[in-house]
């Protein structure tokens, strides 16, 4: 009877593994859920971006789609973790690559390249915003300026190691003032970053300005590091505008470059697989209840595409890594 | 700006009174918060964010509700195990073993979880008075909080290193000492990485809880080994209902205690990224600072375990404060309820306030009606819990360390997490037998990164330049207060000495 119970058992689960079998050659996926790798803590801007995005994609795949915060070394411990995962389309990652995988890649020695990824869609470029709290000493561009050549006047804040702690001391070099002249406070993130700047604990700050809306009615904005106006903060100069003046010109260096991530084999091994996702995501962003829900709740929501989106993050590295001996 | 705004306050009596699906998820949110709480190495952030997806399918309001039900229940389960077996569940609870825990091998264990119940439900529920009388002000007060008025809060908890002496004082301000170091291991505040020795795992320094139960609460439970059960005597061995009730009717004999730490609380987790950890530490060491008898703290005084529940419960509140208001999480917990708010794109933040007034006062009053509710779910739940004063030592510890294993690996996501509990168990039990009061280092741990943090933000704000401080008149009242709290001890004892000299 026992013996009987469990042949039944062993055909039974024989017949369903070769049915699995079957299904997975015939490739229909995806047929379980995918998990979307996101390096940092929940609650932030980019991991509210994903959150948000998750169940969209979830309908276009036809299966659950799971955000699982891993965070850690300044998202080291996450990446880490994408890039040990198979490369079978059912772990993707969202993350702004820059500028933490210059330190992973340059400074940590980390056990991936820039060129094992690829960059399906940089869904949200971010702009440095420079602003200023609405009692601070000093409301333009100009001002800031001037105050930065007196050494210790001024006191800024920015996210440590971010695309706006570099542009500033480039702007900084740039004009001849030495980097002593700031009191520059270097935050470890941009909730702390954004408290300081409201709180009036600094002069002025510079943020990724999408992400950042929360503090705008309590500051002013001054500078968008940009070729051209931003539509939505009329009031920020584009800064080669702004330097105009002072004979310098900047590289523009974007902020967080919000991005999702498929590891590169993926292509290579399940080249169907991959143009599945990219489709199937392609499609999300760019459907009108999307676009309508997105705008709503001030995500990015560009299609830029993985050649443009790939294109995009190298060439952000290749400055950071020019420009990196700034931050030592 | 009104104080309170009436005609928001109909309003949002309105909101709750329009449907029952509210109120039908808070049970269920305190339930699982309590129990998320419980579970040593389950992390009140992680609980709140397992029962994230649950709340895709609520509207706002009763998502909020479920979610901070959750948190309400999580702040105070991390309370039992805390004091029925030295481990606290969550970090807001570490001073709360302090005397939870002797309380409980005194045979005390049923008035304790009584206690410590009306502590933090009255807790909870003065915080959110207070939010709803200032909540216009409250956040605004926060802000300017630069990094040198919290670089002075956290000291006021690190003093308490002081204080927690396992019978010899300087190897007490050692075991500190060492925990304030282990705590700067990681990426530093300036981007740098220290004391990794090259290992990518040490990146984010040492996991907090494991350590913090290797350290309290394996070496206890290897001391424990010898004993029996963990209250010796049968005759003390038993579970009462009615005396729960009593400790929780107890707690107005201690209300001063309890006003004070509410206070501390809501003060403390209003300031982001502080929150209930480092709150439950200050208040318990003011709470002995103040006392007719500070030795009698960390044998069983029952206002320790008062100071460390209400400070713990009312950050609650004054967490949501800065959520609210600023749109900035306070803490790990509030992280998650803005991810909630970002999925029914709502974003906190002063518009928010001025525009939907109604809602967050129904949310305030959702919470007082949860503080209510937690004294009959806690009360429930306790009985259950306290069983564990039956269990035979034999299997209580295996199951604990079995359980804070799993705990650990869950919340920190690789081996890293069992890994450094076994190794902070021994170090832990090393500690302890050669009087290195673990519970110092502990404290270190918790404090040592973030107060070194803040004062390299001063650093870098000030230039370097001292006189900054003059500029700071809210630091300098506290540093004031700190050097008066340490210095008035000592001269009391100074005093009773010179007169009793007198006298004699």
């Known amino acids: 009877m026992n013996s009987w119970k469990s042949l039944k058992g062993a055909v039974l689960t024989l017949g369903l593994a070769l049915g699995g079998q079957a299904a997975y050659a015939q490739d229909d996926y995806p047929n379980k859920p995918i998990e979307i790798t996101a390096p940092y803590d929940a609650g932030g801007a980019t991991d509210r971006m994903v959150r948000h995005l998750a169940p969209f994609l979830a309908e276009a795949l036809g299966t659950p789609v799971n955000v699982v915060n891993r965070p850690g070394g300044g998202t080291l411990t996450g990446t880490v973790y994408f890039h040990n995962q198979p490369a079978d389309g059912y772990t993707v990652m969202f993350i702004p690559p820059t500028p933490y995988f210059v330190n992973h890649i340059e400074v940590m020695n980390a056990p991936f390249k820039l060129d094992d990824f690829i960059f399906v869609n940089a869904q949200e470029v971010a702009q440095s915003l420079m602003v200023v709290p609405k009692e601070s000493q000093v409301q333009s561009f100009d001002e800031i300026i001037e105050g930065l050549k007196e050494p210790g006047k001024l006191s800024a804040a920015v996210i440590t190691g971010s695309s706006e702690h570099i542009s500033l001391l480039l702007m900084m070099e740039k004009l001849d003032i030495p980097a002593e002249n700031l009191r520059l406070v270097t935050y470890d993130g941009g909730g702390p970053t954004r408290t300081a700047i409201i709180g009036g604990q600094v002069d002025f700050g510079m943020v990724p300005g999408q992400g950042s809306e929360v503090i705008f009615d309590q500051v002013n904005k001054i500078m968008v590091v940009a070729d051209e106006t931003n539509p939505d903060w009329p009031d920020a100069t584009p800064i080669n505008e702004a330097l105009k003046s002072y004979g310098v010109e900047m590289p523009i260096l974007d902020s967080s470059v919000r991005s999702m991530v498929v590891l590169a084999k993926l292509k290579e091994e399940y080249p169907d697989r991959y143009q599945k996702f990219v489709d199937a995501y392609k499609s999300v962003v760019e459907s009108e209840e999307y676009q309508a829900s997105a705008k709503e709740g001030n995500y990015g929501r560009d299609w830029r595409g993985p050649e443009a989106s790939t294109e995009l993050v190298k060439r952000n590295y290749g400055l950071l890594v020019e420009y990196s001996r700034l931050l030592e | ?504």
């Open chain 2, 1 to 504: 700006m009104d104080l309170i705004d009436f005609g928001a306050v109909g309003l949002a009596l309105g909101i709750l009174g329009t449907s029952w699906v509210p109120w039908a998820v808070i049970i269920p949110g305190l339930f699982a918060g309590l129990a998320g709480g419980a579970l040593p190495g389950i992390s009140g952030t992680m609980i709140i964010a397992l029962m994230l997806p649950f709340t895709l399918y609520m509207d706002f309001f009763t998502a909020v509700m479920f979610l901070t039900s959750v948190f309400t229940g999580a702040g105070f389960g991390g309370a039992i195990p805390a004091i029925l077996i030295n481990t606290p569940g969550t970090t807001a609870s570490v001073s709360t073993a302090f005397d939870g825990f002797p309380m409980s091998r005194q045979g005390r264990h049923n008035e304790a979880l009584g206690i410590g119940l009306a502590a933090s439900t009255i807790g909870t529920f003065i915080s959110y008075l207070v939010l709803f009388l200032l909540i216009n002000y409250a956040s605004w007060a926060v802000l300017k909080l630069g990094p040198f008025e919290m670089a002075m809060v956290a000291i006021w908890g690190i003093t308490m290193i002081a204080t927690l002496r396992g019978g010899n004082f300087e190897r007490g301000i050692l075991a500190g000492i060492f925990g304030l170091m282990i705590g700067t291991i990681g990426i530093g505040p300036t981007g740098q990485m220290r004391g990794t020795f090259g290992f990518a795992e040490l990146l984010d320094g040492i996991p907090v809880v494991p350590a913090m139960i290797g350290l309290l609460a394996t070496a206890e439970l290897f001391n424990l080994a010898r004993s029996r059960y963990i209250v010796e005597k049968q005759e003390d061995r038993v579970i009462s209902f009615s005396r729960i009730l009593q400790g929780f009717a107890g707690v107005r004999e201690y209300w001063k205690t309890l006003l004070r730490g509410s206070m501390i609380g809501v003060f403390v987790g209003a300031i982001p990224g502080v929150g209930a950890s480092v709150a439950n530490l200050i208040s318990y060491a003011d709470a002995r600072r103040i006392s007719d008898d500070p030795e009698s703290f960390g044998k069983g005084n029952p206002n320790g375990v008062v100071a460390s529940e209400s400070a713990n419960s009312s950050s609650e509140g004054g967490a949501m404060a800065t959520l609210l208001a600023l749109g900035l999480p306070g803490g790990g917990g509030t992280a998650v309820l803005l991810a909630a708010f970002a999925m029914h794109n709502i974003t906190g933040g002063p518009r928010f306030i001025a525009d939907n007034k109604d809602i967050v006062y129904a949310i305030l009053f959702g919470n007082m009606v949860q503080c209510l509710l937690l004294v009959i779910v806690g009360l429930l739940f306790i009985r259950i819990a306290v069983i564990i004063v039956k269990v035979p030592i034999l299997y209580l510890v295996p199951s604990v360390i079995v359980l804070a294993m799993a705990g650990s690996y869950a919340l920190i996501g690789n081996i890293m997490g069992p890994l450094t509990l076994a190794v902070f168990s021994i170090v832990g039990w090393l500690f302890a037998r050669y009087e290195f009061a673990p519970p110092a280092a502990v404290v270190g741990l918790l404090l040592g990164a973030f107060v070194e943090r803040q004062f390299v933000y001063s650093h870098q704000i000030s230039g370097g330049d001292l006189s900054f401080i003059f500029g700071r008149p809210i630091a300098l009242v506290m540093l004031a207060l700190l050097i008066a709290s340490i210095a008035y001890p000592a001269m009391k004892n100074y005093l009773r000495a010179r007169r009793s000299l007198r006298v004699g």
